[in-house]
């Protein structure tokens, strides 16, 4: 049953790309059945010199505030967690272990969103040298790896997204060793992956692909959980049908629930 699956990748108007209340949220959750859900804001990392006016710890307290008003009067049945959307964390390392320490996260995504400060939407992916791409980027996820500075590392192949949207069909081969070394780092350290369905309603399949998720379950990897990656409360839990469909065809019989950032296996 969906409904029980929860949904571990979820934005509200607390982050700067939605406008969606934690009201809306809430009761299209319930209307949908949805026992589960877990807040992941975003909070993006720089590289210096440059400093975001968005993100800084008034932002993370902002976060925490609301988050708090929602659990005290959430008028539904539905369970809200509190999860964190690291958006390269590796370039401030220390900042980030000092915000894992002061709030009570429950879950945190590693992603990398931007490679020398710039967005992976604004590269141009008619002339990028994709080496030199696969290259930084996973080597940006490696350091979030070593630093254990999250829980799963979200959207795992992300740059797909935006050159597909260009016209690129940039799908990475399960025999790229920058993607092998990935995987086999993360489950080393017990760091997860998320299945990401936002590329299926976005027209590129989900993130990772189904070749992905069989190579890691391949190499011994267990950690896994749904996002929608939702901006807006009609795609909670979207295409989740499709995603357990891959899981199953993966080999996993399980996904994850993280309660105080420890996980728990959910049989599926």
Same mark, same amino acid.
């Given at each position: 049953?969906?409904?029980?699956?929860?949904?571990?990748?979820?934005?509200?108007?607390?982050?700067?790309?939605?406008?969606?209340?934690?009201?809306?949220?809430?009761?299209?959750?319930?209307?949908?059945?949805?026992?589960?859900?877990?807040?992941?804001?975003?909070?993006?990392?720089? @590289?210096?010199?440059?400093?975001?006016? +968005?993100?800084?710890?008034?932002?993370?307290?902002?976060?925490?505030?609301?988050?708090?008003?929602?659990?005290?009067?959430?008028?539904?049945?539905?369970?809200?967690?509190?999860?964190?959307?690291?958006?390269?964390?590796?370039?401030? &390392?220390?900042?980030?272990?000092?915000?894992?320490?002061?709030?009570?996260?429950?879950?945190?995504?590693?992603?990398?969103?931007?490679?020398?400060? +710039?967005?992976?939407?604004?590269?141009?992916?008619?002339?990028?040298?994709?080496?030199?791409?696969?290259?930084?980027?996973? @080597?940006?996820?490696?350091?979030?790896?070593?630093?254990?500075?999250?829980?799963?590392?979200?959207?795992?192949?992300?740059?797909?997204?935006?050159?597909?949207?260009?016209?690129? &069909?940039?799908?990475?081969?399960?025999?790229?060793?920058?993607?092998?070394?990935?995987?086999?780092?993360? +489950?080393?350290?017990?760091?997860?992956?998320?299945?990401?369905?936002?590329?299926?309603?976005?027209?590129?399949?989900?993130? &990772?692909?189904?070749?992905?998720?069989?190579?890691?379950?391949?190499?011994?990897?267990? +950690?896994?959980?749904?996002?929608?990656?939702?901006?807006?409360?009609?795609?909670?839990?979207?295409?989740?049908?499709?995603?357990?469909?891959?899981?199953?065809?993966?080999?996993?019989?399980?996904?994850?629930?993280?309660?105080?950032?420890?996980?728990?296996?959910?049989?599926?």
């Amino acid at each position: 049953m969906i409904g029980n699956i929860p949904d571990y990748h979820i934005h509200s108007s607390v982050s700067p790309d939605s406008t969606e209340s934690y009201i809306n949220i809430l009761k299209v959750a319930e209307q949908k059945g949805i026992s589960d859900l877990m807040f992941t804001e975003h909070f993006e990392f720089f @590289s210096a010199p440059y400093s975001s006016p +968005i993100f800084q710890k008034k932002y993370l307290d902002n976060y925490y505030t609301q988050y708090c008003l929602c659990k005290q009067s959430n008028p539904t049945s539905v369970h809200v967690g509190f999860g964190i959307e690291f958006g390269q964390p590796n370039l401030q &390392p220390e900042t980030a272990k000092n915000f894992l320490k002061k709030y009570p996260f429950d879950y945190v995504i590693g992603s990398c969103h931007k490679i020398d400060n +710039i967005d992976l939407s604004r590269y141009n992916y008619v002339t990028i040298n994709t080496d030199r791409l696969y290259d930084t980027y996973f @080597s940006y996820l490696l350091e979030i790896i070593e630093h254990n500075l999250c829980d799963c590392l979200g959207h795992l192949d992300l740059f797909k997204r935006y050159a597909a949207r260009q016209g690129i &069909p940039l799908n990475i081969s399960c025999e790229n060793d920058y993607l092998q070394k990935v995987l086999k780092e993360a +489950i080393s350290h017990g760091i997860g992956i998320e299945i990401n369905t936002s590329g299926i309603r976005q027209g590129i399949g989900s993130m &990772p692909s189904l070749d992905v998720l069989k190579l890691y379950s391949r190499l011994h990897g267990e +950690i896994i959980t749904l996002g929608s990656d939702a901006h807006l409360a009609s795609d909670l839990q979207k295409d989740f049908d499709i995603a357990l469909d891959y899981l199953k065809q993966a080999g996993f019989s399980y996904i994850t629930h993280y309660q105080n950032r420890k996980p728990e296996m959910i049989k599926i």
